[in-house]
């Protein structure tokens, strides 16, 4: 069975920083395109941004593009998410998510059977 995990959350300031970390437990990560998500309070789920599978190819959502950095690191068999210049907007649970036998984005497509962590909560408040 697939098992995603997300840790690394917390509360942060305006402007600060934070890593987000998607561990996978008896499969490779690589082996598959990986998407963020979040979902603010009342809100509905939102695609952050996403790697693919081999070619390592990124995609950001425009919110957090210039900001935000996704990252494999196929040692520690983990997909990383760099958060900088945070913004109260950003306050959130932070999913991260596969479909699987997929290799490539898909524009954040929920259309497909998708597995997901438990969710990781960032705060950004003063």
């Known amino acids: 069975q697939l098992q995603l995990a997300e840790s690394g959350g917390g509360l942060v300031q305006p402007g600060g920083s934070l890593r987000l970390s998607c561990a996978a437990s008896g499969f490779t990560l690589n082996a598959y395109a990986i998407d963020w998500f979040r979902q603010a309070p009342g809100q509905d789920r939102e695609g952050v941004s996403c790697?693919?599978?081999?070619?390592?190819?990124?995609y950001y959502a425009d919110s957090v593009k210039g900001r935000f950095t996704i990252y494999r690191d196929n040692a520690k068999n983990t997909v990383y998410l760099q958060m900088n210049s945070l913004k109260p907007e950003d306050t959130g649970v932070y999913y991260c998510s596969l479909r699987p036998g997929y290799l490539h984005c898909s524009n954040y497509s929920l259309e497909t059977v998708r597995y997901w962590g438990q969710g990781t909560q960032v705060t950004v408040s003063s």
């Open positions: 790697i693919n599978s081999l070619d390592g190819i990124t």
